[in-house]
């Protein structure tokens, strides 16, 4: 009797065991924060900054010291971002799309979102895209991979009239004219011109909230692209959020990202889905010193938005997922062109038969190994080929080739920061050890590095030996007709562009099924 049940026990384990299904795909998010510096949250070390639930996404997770974006600015950082490749090659130079601009992220770029399709996944956006809208919206996230979007599809200072948010505060901002109002998309559908900034918040958050749980409900594993406002100028905040920070409206504002944050995080428990979600936060470019303290902050390094120094382009870095990325911090270098390799390799996913710049941060994300990149690119805001890369990181030492002017206003007491500041060629290059002087304030005798110059010159040679140029979507110019508009053709233009009210999809219940 007793080898009877013996029997019954096993073959029961071996029946379950047989009859388990496979580890599921884990499902991914990337919350991708606007002009947030590398001094900015306050588990980079900002004294006066509150972002508790980014402060508790890095204690559980794993903070990188050595983060970059590929462009101090944002178009052409995001093209990198979602496709892997500098923007270069994928053609996003020079600077960024504006609301009339006839170009946009070229179709035939494929996108982490198509290829995360390929292997079964939904993908739904939720925030800025600013990679194009076009003609008849050619290029709106709809027509690159993802099933859902909800957001304005450019930066927030690009509309008309921007108003105070808050009440009780002066405003900065002087009213733009000749754009249309910036409005809120629905995939391709206009839901709201103009967008309420202190709404909007609650509405992507919401909206990311729908889509999570349609996923959950179809067994689909996602990818969640949170793509905030935050923290672009003009600052804003919603009516929670105003006057809450000890830092003033970009505090408020960083706070508000923060919450939404947070929001994300409760969905995923409240899913029963944390446990095999792969999360990553990080943000398009450095602070903007345009609008001096109401502007974001680089902590120690040198400079911010607009420009190759480290402010510009090292960038806040943490990923998280319980049990499986390991807990602490790590000085390795990597940045957000290597997103796409390394998504694809969690999702076992290929890679699209292109050049990719990208690697893969596996290594680094689940044990304690060395980075699998030695060398990382620097092109500025506005690249151009005959002047090619700007600066190259070999190791812990970075060589300017050179530099300009970022953002910065004319007094500001760092020359090479200022926006007046014009293109300068440096022969020999400046040399910095980056692991001794983050803030690039000492240059080294090159003479007495020529080892490792040889090593840096050989590696620029190497990469624009292989750099093919792609043709300039900013190139395109601009046409004032292809600017979003949810009356087309009305007159007169662009002032008629507004909508009466709201839709469906901002009532408060928010209940809408994303597919």
């Known amino acids: 009797m007793k080898l009877l049940r013996l029997c019954v026990a096993s073959l029961v384990y071996l029946l379950v065991q047989g009859s388990a299904t496979p580890q599921a795909k884990p499902n991914i998010v990337i919350l991708f924060a606007d002009d947030v510096g590398f001094g900015d949250l306050s588990v980079y070390g900002h004294p006066t900054s509150s972002t508790p639930n980014l402060d508790k996404m890095a204690s559980e997770g794993l903070l990188f010291t050595q983060f970059y974006s590929s462009s101090p600015v944002c178009s052409p950082s995001r093209a990198a971002l979602l496709t892997g490749r500098y923007q270069t090659r994928n053609g996003v130079w020079p600077g960024v799309f504006f609301s009339p601009s006839v170009g946009g992220l070229p179709l035939n770029e494929t996108t982490i979102a198509e290829s995360l399709k390929d292997v079964g996944y939904k993908t739904g956006v ?113 009516k929670m959020f105003t006057n809450s920070s000890i830092r003033g409206p970009y505090g408020d504002s960083l706070s508000e990202m923060d919450w939404g944050v ?159 500041y014009s293109l300068h060629k440096y022969n020999p290059p400046l040399l910095y050890n980056l692991h001794n002087d983050p803030g690039e304030i000492y240059a080294l005798n090159v003479k007495d590095y020529s080892n490792v110059m040889k090593q840096i010159d050989d590696a620029k040679s190497a990469f624009e030996a292989g750099m093919v140029w792609g043709e300039s979507q900013m190139g395109r110019g601009l046409n004032p007709q292809y600017e979003p508009c949810a009356k087309p053709g009305c007159t007169p233009f662009p002032d008629c562009c507004t909508t009466d009210g709201v839709s469906e999809i901002l009532r408060p219940d928010m209940s809408i099924a994303f597919v």
């Open 126 to 238: 939720f925030g800025k895209w600013h990679l194009g809208v076009g003609k008849d919206n050619e290029y709106l996230p709809t027509r690159q991979g993802f099933d859902t979007y909800m957001g304005i599809p450019f930066a927030h200072d690009m509309c008309p009239c921007l108003v105070c948010f808050y009440p009780k505060a002066p405003c900065f901002d002087q009213c733009q004219t000749g754009t249309t109002p910036c409005p809120l998309f629905h995939n391709e559908e206009i839901v709201q011109q103009p967008v309420d900034l202190t709404e909007i918040t609650a509405t992507l958050v919401k909206g990311a909230e729908s889509f999570i749980n349609s996923a959950v409900d179809q067994k689909s594993p996602f990818f969640l692209y949170m793509s905030f406002q935050h923290n672009h100028h003009p600052q804003f905040a919603g």
């Open 262 to 420: 947070g929001q994300i995080f409760q969905f995923l428990k409240n899913a029963g889905i944390d446990d095999n979600t792969f999360v990553l936060f990080s943000s398009d470019n450095g602070p903007s010193f345009v609008r001096q303290i109401r502007g974001g902050n680089g902590g120690l390094l040198r400079c911010g938005k607009g420009t190759t120094w480290e402010g510009g382009m090292r960038v806040p870095g943490i990923a998280w997922w319980p049990n499986k990325i390991r807990v602490g911090r790590t000085m390795e270098l990597a940045g957000t062109v290597d997103v796409f390799p390394t998504l694809m390799s969690l999702a076992g996913g290929k890679l699209p038969n292109v050049t990719m710049d990208g690697v893969d941060m596996a290594p680094i994300l689940f044990g304690n190994k060395k980075s699998g990149r030695s060398v990382y690119i620097y092109y500025p805001s506005s690249p151009d080929p005959k002047l090619g890369v700007y600066a190259v990181r070999w190791n812990q030492y970075k060589a300017h080739y050179y530099s300009n002017g970022g953002l910065a206003p004319d007094f500001y007491p760092d020359e090479v920061c200022r926006g007046n």
